[in-house]
């Protein structure tokens, strides 16, 4: 106990927060009690409230940590230097690994989200979360609006709506590649990957101006 003392309290609510994780993707968040993240963590019942004051804060720290991945993948694709095509083709790869490198944060992305801030009770870490979920969709936006800057793109898109159209058709088919992909293989002879590019394709000709 003496040695903890020593350390930040941020050490010790990102431990809690990294055996919680585990606990949620084996378990699901409902069927994991405080009791249980306690014991994964190495912590009384009773020092793991020091730290946390209920699930749903630990919750609301992981949905947090999982936006910022998820902002990292995306403008890491859209730093590179190269066409709306080759552009979109990085954001695409960027969603696959995030999904395949962190399912459990992929799925936690595309649940709903405090927007309410005008009451006192809620979480900062959720109000921090809104404004990153912002952030992705202003390089969402800002990758549309350069590519019909180009003629890359319909110059008829109507942004937001086409925004939220791209996120949610983009990681809708990265979620059902993964979880149908037996299905997938033996229905259509097809591989996730190359069902994965058929559909981003498919989308991809949906807002591009040529058609391709």
């Not at 919750?59 to 080759?86: C, D, F, P, R, W």
């Not at 979360?129 to 952030?135: A, F, S, V």
Request: proline share 2%; hydrophobic share 40%.
């Amino acid at each position: 106990m003496a040695r903890r003392k020593k350390e930040p309290k941020s050490v010790h609510r990102e431990k809690i927060a990294s055996a919680a994780s585990v606990l949620f993707m084996e378990r699901g968040i409902a069927a994991t009690s405080m009791d249980d993240i306690a014991k994964a963590a190495g912590y009384s019942k009773a020092t793991l409230y020091v730290y946390f004051e209920n699930k749903e804060e630990i919750v609301g720290i992981l949905v947090l940590e999982s936006m910022k991945k998820l902002y990292h993948y995306i403008a890491s694709a859209l730093e590179q230097q190269q066409t709306t095509k080759e552009q979109y083709n990085f954001i695409c790869r960027g969603l696959v690994q995030y999904q395949e490198e962190f399912p459990f944060y992929f799925q936690m992305v595309l649940d709903k989200i405090n927007i309410d801030f005008e009451r006192r009770d809620y979480l900062p870490e959720e109000k921090e979360t809104y404004q990153i979920g912002e952030e992705i969709n202003e390089k969402i936006k800002e990758f549309l609006i350069s590519g019909i800057d180009k003629g890359d793109l319909r110059s008829n898109l109507k942004i937001m709506p086409t925004v939220f159209g791209f996120w949610g058709m983009l990681s809708g088919l990265i979620q059902l590649a993964d979880n149908k992909e037996e299905y997938i293989k033996k229905a259509m002879g097809l591989s996730k990957a190359q069902f994965l590019e058929h559909g981003f394709h498919m989308l991809y000709c949906s807002i591009a101006d040529s058609g391709e």
